[in-house]
DNA sequence: TATATTTGCAACCTATTGGTTTCGTAAAAA
DNA sequence: TTTTTACGAAACCAATAGGTTGCAAATATA
């Protein structure tokens, strides 16, 4: 199936799944307790998000505890980086613009 | 259709167009040359680039010139925010395991 | 004016997505 | 041992996504 992150949190229900569990781990039964659709639903989108690593699970008897793998959102970080210089330097150009216009008033 | 900007940048292709035009504005028929596949698919993914705002377009007689908004980039930056702080917590940890470690040793 | 170019839009088609219900299995509890 | 609980997997379904072809309209060019 060939998921990458940019389509894992492309769903809303997956953004809200990651933020949930951002601090600490919990099962899928717990989960799916914050959510107006059936645990199996939330279920499919663990395994989503699990494939593309950016949970992992950790099996405790019959339950399963999910967790944030945070290193792998740095890939977003990552992916935006390419655009960070060009948004910098439009700030910087704002910057120039604005000193200009302070100099002229004075 | 209520696209967010999430769902935009999903597609690979769309990621590829937002790279492409990020340094200087582009029409849909320079755009499409780039890829493979038609122009008319190339222009689906420009309106709903535009639609979420991701592009503007500034018309000039028959052509028209899309170019990144790259303000709006920054709200994926500004969702990211919320986990850079829990993954700069871990590195701090890390941090002090490290240099407990190094105290171990002296 | 007649023709070519640039573009958007609509209709259409297939694969994928995101949900459902139903089921099987393993672990825990009674 | 029997029953309950936690979970994943499979089959199914409607809506959407992402591509296509075929237009029409506006601008530029001959």
Redesign the interface.
């Known amino acids: 199936m060939r998921r ?1 992150i ?2 894992a ?2 769903d ?1 229900t997956r ?1 809200a799944i990651i ?1 949930l569990i ?2 600490q781990a919990m099962t899928p039964n717990s989960i799916a307790e914050n959510f107006d659709m059936t645990r199996q639903a939330v279920s499919k989108h663990l395994r989503i998000l699990t494939e593309c690593e950016l949970l992992k699970q950790e099996q405790k008897g019959r339950e399963i505890y999910y967790s ?1 793998e ?2 792998k ?2 890939e ?2 990552k ?2 980086n ?2 960070r210089k ?2 910098e330097d ?1 700030f910087n150009q704002l910057d120039q613009v604005l000193s200009i216009a302070k100099n002229k008033k004075k």
Chains 1, 2 share one sequence.
Request: proline share 4%.
């Open positions: 990458d940019f389509q949190i492309a809303p953004r933020a951002a601090l944030l945070i290193n959102l740095k977003i970080d992916w935006l390419q655009f060009i948004w439009r």
